[in-house]
């Protein structure tokens, strides 16, 4: 087959794969909810179109990649992070929530508010109140707080909301215009990412824009895991995303160009959900804990974060017991530190009162727990990994700390280093740049991104 017929071929392919997945996202609405899915009324839709005639219009590309550490930008080729370091404004300071791990950080950076409020502990949790086990949850009704795709539709603007983490199944009156039922695994990050592109490409016959897109990526996540941050593995996954949102980026505002006034503004902004420390040991939580034969609780652990979660028909001194029992042993093993529910750190804002467990075991540095171990620990390298972790407390590990990077177009921010913000700081900054309020609870500064401002406060405890 000669070359030109292989390019042709290619081409169609692509353009088939980009609208098999459009109809896809089109049609992500979970059976039986269809009446439930409500988009803006023509009528309503008409007048706010009116309304932002008059006014300078502001959409938001948002990406999050999991799992980014600030200095794997500096030890990888990366043209375009480069880029908008320098034409941007950027936080190689960001930090995130307790623990830092994909689920709550990722929630509590949409929402504003910490786990206490937005009721998602982990990726994976037990709910004394209903008795479910969640794990990598998509049913977007198990968040107990606003998150900013709802904010921005439930006032009045049109939204995207593509394998952000529980932003699936939407239901209700300020559901996003588009959204996906449940994540979909296995995607590579090419494909994952050019299912937003390819909706904002095809979306050009609405009176008024979509104002806030919403993609994510995996990224350097996986390969950290497996290899450790430190690995080639991790600095490949680095540059294969950094030359994704590259090509991108060009073809996303090459189409703001052609549709809106020169006036308007968009915004892309990039962030992660937390950094990535080195393992050196694994724990196995029953043996640590000496609860793996009691039927009464039940044993939830992840990264290093551990929950014991009592059956609430436990007799009060039966319960008092155990518990005591529980920390008198855990205070023989100085990786491992442990709380009642009650008694937890409060700026850690960690204690819902159903899905945070009644015993809470966080382990230091360079452990994390795992089945592996046949006692209470195990080198990594015996156990062949993981050998990257992250849902240390940030305040105590650095390397959880992450990336904030914003560019503006056409009119860039200047490449101005913004230092430490957080990342509850997210919703309300997006809120500001869409020009509407931000939900009840996100009452953290805004992030200042103009050259000449200083960059937020970080948030009350």
Known sequence: MKKNDLIVLGILA????????????????????????????EAGRHARAEAVAAEPVTAV?????????????????TPFFDRLLAEGAYSLEHEPVFPSVTFPSHVSQATGVRVRDHGIPHNRFFDLETGDVHHYPSD???????????????????????????????????????????YQRGLANEERLARLLNLWKTDEGADEPLRLMMGYAVGPDSPGHRHGPESDEVIAAIEEIDDILGRHYEEIVELWDERREPEDAFYFIVTSDHGMSEVHTLVNGERLTGLQDRE???????????????????????RERLLRETLERLEDFDFARAYLRGELPDDWGYDHPSRTGD?????????????KP?????????????FGMHGYPPGEDPNMNTV?????????????????????????????????SPAEGADASPIALEPEGAAGTKPAN
Do not use: C
């Not at 590309?61 to 080729?77: F, H, K, N, Q, T």
């Not at 809470?360 to 994390?368: A, E, K, N």
């Not at 914003?406 to 020009?435: E, K």
């Open 14 to 41: 692509a353009v088939l794969v980009g609208g098999i997945a459009l109809m896809l996202i089109q049609r992500r609405v979970p059976p039986g909810v269809e009446e439930e899915y409500i988009t803006p009324s």
């Open 61 to 77: 590309y948002w990406i999050s990649i999991d799992g980014l550490r600030p200095d794997m930008l500096e030890r990888a080729e």
């Open 140 to 182: 977007s009704r198990l968040l107990e707080a606003e998150p900013i795709w709802n904010t921005a539709a439930r006032q009045g603007l049109r939204v995207a909301s593509l394998d952000w983490v529980l932003a699936h199944h939407q239901t209700g009156d300020h559901a996003s215009e588009f959204f996906d039922p449940e």
């Open 296 to 318: 009464e609780v039940t044993l939830i652990g992840g990264g290093p974060v551990g929950h014991a979660y009592l059956d609430p028909g436990m007799l009060p001194q039966d």
């Open 359 to 371: 015993l809470i075991v966080v382990l230091d540095p360079g452990y994390t727990f795992s089945g």
């Open 374 to 386: 046949d006692a209470v620990t195990l080198s990594a390298e015996k156990g062949d990994g993981p």
């Open 404 to 436: 904030a990077l914003f560019n503006r177009h056409p009119h860039p921010l200047g490449g101005a280093d913004l230092g430490p913000v957080h990342s509850l700081q997210l919703h309300p900054t997006v809120a500001r740049l869409l020009n509407i």
